[in-house]
Nanobody, 115 residues
Framework: VQLQASGGGRVQAGGPLRLSCAAS????????MGWYRQAPEKQRELVAT???????NYADSVKGRFTISRDSAKNTMYLQMNVLKPEDTAVYYC??????????WGNGTQVTVSS
């Protein structure tokens, strides 16, 4: 399974960005998908997850600003990021957790928020 993340870039604080993660496998083989991020010299952390039933979970730091969603027809997951802050600067990775217990990780996409 391949996951291709895209949509990162440089934005000023307060601005929006939308990340996409396209999966090569049918989204129906996936139990849950998520976005994680890793800032320089920090550990990778959970940003948001979405289950096959549509339940979502967010890190406290992004609640109310980020929205995770998915389009089953396109096998694609999205992360709409609004009111971005400099502390959101990181490499963002998408993850898929499959019903057979296997996890896959996509390439990272850099998000840089300038103050």
């Amino acid at each position: 399974v391949q996951l291709q993340a895209s949509g990162g870039g440089r934005v000023q604080a307060g601005g929006p960005l939308r990340l996409s993660c396209a999966a090569s496998a049918s989204i129906f083989t996936i139990n849950s998908m998520g976005w994680y991020r890793q800032a320089p010299e920090k550990q990778r952390e959970l940003v948001a997850t979405i289950t096959s039933s549509g339940s979502t979970n967010y890190a406290d730091s992004v609640k109310g600003r980020f929205t995770i969603s998915r389009d089953s027809a396109k096998n694609t997951m999205y992360l709409q990021m609004n009111v971005l802050k400099p502390e959101d600067t990181a490499v963002y990775y998408c993850n898929s957790h499959h019903w057979n217990g296997v996890d896959y990780w996509g390439n990272g996409t850099q998000v840089t928020v300038s103050s």
